[in-house]
């Protein structure tokens, strides 16, 4: 029986930017311009994620990025390691304008549209609860959680928590894990 991960041919076969040890992809992700995604060590990527690498995207060690998530890598998005990727968050680098000053999509040529791209950056530590939505240019500094169903616009201060839509900082999130890290680190 074949499990649902891809074995480590299937993954030297996807043409990845480059990738490290004890990396996970669901056979059922999908993965445009894999050529421009990059993962560092113990990556897991699980099923009907949509990874679109139009621009460089690049995650970290020790991540897990859950089901049905969306990475649309039009301005670059770059996760840190130690980071936590709930299932079907979209982190959205580009995006149209929809003020109608301009038209909308792919299938409209580029003289007629007008598409913000911004890198989101999620530093060391971040989680990003279910079903949140972040938008291009934001930056998750380190140690950040994001809760669920949130819609972000706006970059953050370090260890805090946001949630809401619009996301606004509701607490100060505990460091203990740094202790932790330390621990966990001896021992790889």
Not at 10 to 35: D, H, T, W
Not at 73 to 93: H, M, P, T
Not at 103 to 115: E, I, K, L, S
Request: aromatic share 10%; glycine share 12%; hydrophobic share 40%.
């Amino acid at each position: 029986m074949i499990n649902s991960f891809l074995t480590k041919t299937e993954i030297a076969q996807l043409g990845l930017g480059g990738y490290g040890e004890n990396v996970k992809i669901s056979r059922y992700a999908q993965i445009y311009n894999p050529s421009s995604l990059f993962l560092g060590n113990s990556v897991r990527i699980d099923d009907f994620c949509v990874i679109s690498a139009t621009a460089e995207i690049r995650i970290g060690n020790h991540v897990h990025i859950a089901p049905f998530c969306g990475l649309y890598g039009g301005g670059g998005i770059i996760i840190g390691d130690l980071s936590g990727i709930s299932s079907r968050v979209a982190l959205y680098s580009i995006s149209d304008d929809f003020t109608g000053f301009a038209m909308v999509g792919p299938m409209v040529p580029a003289n007629y549209r007008f598409v913000k791209k911004a890198p989101i950056i999620l530093g060391k530590h971040t989680v990003i609860g279910t079903g949140a939505t972040l938008m291009p240019g934001v930056v998750a500094p380190e140690g950040n959680a994001v809760g669920a169903h949130s819609f972000v616009t706006e970059s953050f201060e370090p260890w805090s928590i946001y949630s809401g839509i619009p996301a606004v900082k509701i607490g100060i999130r505990n460091k203990r894990m740094l202790k932790l890290e330390k621990l966990f680190i001896k021992t790889q």
